[in-house]
């Protein structure tokens, strides 16, 4: 065999080793992907994928971004803030079909862009990048499917699927049993009345104020949920007893400062009953909604069907003194 035959077969062996290689390097990385996913958490999808994301650019990483290979000068666009190179990814058409940045748009997909097909010239390197986009858009699916299937959909709240998921220890971790947790019931207040008197459509109207109601006045990592009918659920992990009262005293103050101000879109003023409860995580979440949900019912037995409501302090201004101001603000409830 001529020297020249022996050097283009080696060469030939050497890049068949190299294809091999990364088949094995793709397909572990598969395999690691489907393996990480099995643990049902709410980001746990998107997590494993932004890990799986690196390990399947590691061979095939460019030298330079698509706005630097283009001179382009948008700033604004997703791709200069993102650590991902993948720009049909980020604000392409192959981004879950939401195109951002005016390149992308001139382009009728990205299959058609210069910096995209750089990327599929190398028939191993196509695959892995057709894997990769695939995996994407199957955790878009997913993620799409999930949000309407945990959430209420005329508040946008989460739902009873979404308590579910808690209690069974899919979203959260509720073996914490040190962590205090507070849950206050709503009763939205004459809801029937109005959808006898004026309609479903302003009762929805009603539901869906409270929701912004309840939004605008809970802290950040709270969880609201709407239970059903005209019943809704807050969540606050990290809250003592002697909090949650404040707390619940403050919402009493803040609706009738919400009504003096809303625009009358309907008729009835807002207003609900309500009860709350205290525990832990873990075990005692069933008991702690049971218990709360009976000091709602107390609450409208007492207050509700009188036609009165327990004497709270109508909150004032925030640059003015007030007792119970201060007790929240030493609470952290301000």
């Known amino acids: 065999m001529s020297r020249k035959a022996k050097t283009s077969l080696m060469t030939t062996s ?3 080793k190299d294809i091999l290689l990364q088949l094995e390097q793709l397909n572990k990385s598969i395999e690691w992907f489907i393996r990480s996913t099995q643990e049902r958490t709410e980001t746990g999808e998107e997590r494993q994928y932004d890990i799986f994301l690196k390990k399947m650019s590691m ?3 460019p030298g330079r971004r698509c706005w630097e290979i283009n001179d382009c000068e948008q700033l604004d666009c997703d791709c200069r803030v993102s650590e991902d190179y993948r720009c049909w990814l980020i604000a392409g058409t192959l981004s879950g079909a939401c195109c951002s940045g005016d390149f992308s748009q001139k382009h009728r997909i990205c299959y058609d862009c210069d910096v995209f097909k750089q990327y599929l010239d190398q028939p191993l390197g196509a695959l892995g990048e057709h894997v990769n986009i695939l995996v994407r858009h199957l955790i878009n699916k997913i ?12 508040t946008g709240l989460y739902n009873r699927n979404f308590l579910k998921l808690i209690e069974r220890g899919d979203i959260l971790n509720l073996n914490q049993q040190s962590f205090p947790l507070s849950v206050i019931i709503f009763d939205l207040d004459m809801l029937k009345t109005v959808n006898d008197t004026y309609g479903h459509i302003m009762g929805d109207k009603m539901l869906k104020e409270l929701s912004e109601f309840l939004l605008t006045h809970k802290r950040e990592p709270d969880l609201l949920f709407r239970m059903g009918g005209d019943e809704f ?4 992990s990290g809250m003592d007893e002697k909090r949650r009262l404040l707390f619940e005293d403050r919402l009493i103050g803040l609706i009738r400062l919400w009504n003096n101000n809303r625009e009358k879109a309907v008729p009835e003023p807002l207003s609900f009953s309500l009860g709350g409860a205290t525990g832990y995580w873990g075990k005692e979440l069933n008991q702690i909604i049971s218990e709360a949900d009976a000091e709602m019912y107390n609450y409208k037995k007492k207050y509700r069907r009188k036609n009165c409501y327990p004497k709270i302090t109508t909150l004032p201004h925030r640059s003015q003194n007030s007792s119970l101001l201060n007790q929240m603000r030493k609470a952290d409830m301000l």
């Open 143 to 154: 993620q799409m499917e999930r949000e309407l299937a945990i959430r209420d959909g005329l």
């Open 14 to 16: 050497t890049d068949n």
């Open 59 to 61: 061979n095939n990483k």
């Open 233 to 236: 659920m807050l969540m606050m």
